[in-house]
């Protein structure tokens, strides 16, 4: 029995270094060309002429192909192969069995007991190499589904949506009713809305509903759709085939049909332009989608999550976006609380993520004087949990472990809102300048990409005048 075990490192060095291939083939001379070819091509090629040195070689090189000839001294291939099958799911190597008598019932054999090809000897060179391409890159895509599943299978001990307040209490449980709703029957599961500020977890929330559902182990695809680049963004969400465009060099599927029959989450589903906006609708009726450059339709299973911090029926009365697709993501809504509005939370939060920073950078746990956590209470959050984070993690390492004050947290230096409508006139041009980034900043929720397109500028230009005015965002 050959044992093998996947670990996060092994994969990483799989999918980064070259693909070892392991030649299992007693004829000295077609093996050599053999290994010549494949290295010529950028593989590691193992040799071995018995069933006995493939066996060893196997255990011990783990590759991630075995070209295996069938007639060998010391016995039948089979016999490997049927070895490599039981090694368990996490780490088995593909095969391509090679035979020189072209026996269909030996090829049928090989395939039910789980051989990715076969080929008819004599073997040209470059249909080996081509067979060999397209199993190790097959190969490599299963492991990396494997990996991710398995990793997504205990990750919901770590997605925590933490709170003693009422409003939390009221999300949690409708997460947990919700989830149970994206059953594996034919009729897919109610789309969920997830409204709330930038940073009060809407991506937290998403992944729980996928992690306590019955689709925990299918994938998880997040999609931020404020992030991608406009003219890339139609051919990430729905792939391409090969020639679509200028630059689609191979075909490529797309985050959308790459969620399979898992969870699909549309983050900030407001920043998505309206003309993909109705091709987005159509796949979600229909549960249909294609590829650029295509006329096949694929099928669509994945649950639909969608979440935003934008007012979606203020933006539909100014033209963008589409009701329809709104009533059609709207089925259920989720709306995630600001952390100003969770009362003692901030506190239970602060220091959670307090331990969590200290332990993280091997530091003594870090504790708050009561200045600080009056001076946290007092805070607006307009970044909410997210800024939360990321304030304790600096104020962690500016204490070292140890007790955190008021001057760690640097919240003097952090964007406090305005207080109401100051009016603009009698202001300097600079006190002006600095209202309008802290109005865009509130408006926002400390969100300098959308600020940045609300006042017109560029974002670095916004992040050297933040800097200038000694104001931050979150994001």
């Not at 007991?113 to 060179?125: E, I, N, Q, S, W």
């Amino acid at each position: 029995m050959i044992e093998n075990v996947m670990t996060a490192q092994t994969l990483a060095k799989e999918l980064q270094g070259a693909p070892r291939v392991l030649l299992i083939e007693d004829e000295n001379l077609f093996g050599r060309a053999v290994k010549k070819r494949l290295e010529k091509a950028g593989h590691e090629c193992l040799m071995a002429a018995t069933l006995a040195e493939g066996r060893e070689l196997a255990r011990n090189a783990a590759p991630e192909l075995v070209l295996l000839d069938l007639r060998l001294p010391d016995g039948n291939g089979l016999d490997l192969l049927t070895e490599l099958r039981a090694a368990g799911e996490s780490r088995q190597p593909a095969v391509i069995v090679l035979t020189a008598y072209g026996e269909i019932s030996d090829a049928v054999h090989a395939m039910k007991l789980g051989a990715a090809d076969y080929l008819k000897k004599p073997v040209d060179l470059d249909e080996l190499l081509l067979a060999v391409d397209k199993v190790l890159q097959t190969s490599r895509l299963r492991h990396a589904l494997d990996y991710s599943r398995e990793r997504d299978s205990h990750a919901v001990e770590g997605t925590q949506l933490l709170g003693d307040s009422a409003a939390m209490q009221r999300v949690r449980e409708q997460i947990l009713r919700l989830a149970e709703l994206a059953g594996e029957g034919a009729e897919p599961p109610p789309t969920v809305l997830i409204l709330g500020e930038t940073g009060s977890g809407k991506d937290v929330a998403a992944r729980l509903l996928h992690l306590l559902s019955p689709r925990s182990l299918r994938p998880f695809v997040q999609v931020d759709c404020a992030s991608l680049p406009r003219d890339l963004i139609e051919a990430e969400l729905f792939g391409h085939e090969k020639g679509a465009f200028t630059s689609a060099h191979g075909a490529r599927a797309g985050l959308i049909e790459a969620a399979e029959d898992g969870t699909l989450f549309l983050d900030e589903i407001g920043e998505l332009p309206l003309d993909l906006q109705a091709k987005l609708l159509n796949v979600i009726e229909r549960r249909k989608t294609r590829r650029i450059g295509s006329v096949m339709e694929r099928p669509f299973a994945a649950r639909i999550i969608a979440g935003t911090n934008r007012q979606l029926p203020e933006m539909i009365a100014q033209g963008l976006f589409r009701a329809d697709l709104y009533y059609r993501l709207n089925v259920v809504t989720l709306n995630m609380p600001p952390l100003r509005e969770r009362g003692e939370d901030t506190i239970l939060l602060a220091r959670h993520f307090a331990v969590q920073m200290s332990r993280r950078y091997g530091l003594p746990d870090a504790s708050f004087s009561d200045e600080a956590l009056n001076a946290l209470r007092a805070y607006s959050w307009p970044g909410n949990v997210r800024e939360l984070k990321h304030l304790v993690e600096r104020a962690v390492l500016l204490s070292r472990g140890g007790a955190i004050y008021v001057a760690d947290l640097g919240l003097s230096q952090t964007f406090v809102p305005p207080q109401g409508d100051q009016p603009l006139q009698g202001l300097t041009l600079e006190a002006a300048e600095r209202l309008l980034i802290e109005r865009a900043l509130l408006d926002t929720g400390g969100n300098v990409s959308e600020a940045a397109r609300r006042l017109g500028v560029s974002r670095m230009t916004l992040r050297y005048r933040m800097e200038k005015y000694a104001l931050k965002g979150i994001t």
